[in-house]
């Protein structure tokens, strides 16, 4: 869809995406699911655009240790430890 036929949420309607959403003086709020988007105190009702997704997966942003190879590992042949390594596929 284009950029001139999207229409952003106003004030009053409810949120349907977490995240965080800018209004048109530039100021950022982080909403939940089912909230209603706020009144702005100078410029009333105003538009609200989705400018962050809310993610609560990953959040410290560290790979799953469980799934680093470790230098004493026994069993090096079910991890893949390189990009280029090929899985033997026993042909």
Known sequence: MSEAKRM?????????????YENEAGQAQKLQRGDVFPSDLILGETEWTLTEFAFDNHHEGRTDPRLVPKENDTDKIGKIDHPRRQVDQNR
């Not at 952003?8 to 965080?20: A, I, T, W």
């Open 8 to 20: 952003d949420p106003m004030s009053g309607e409810k949120v349907e995406v977490d995240g965080v």
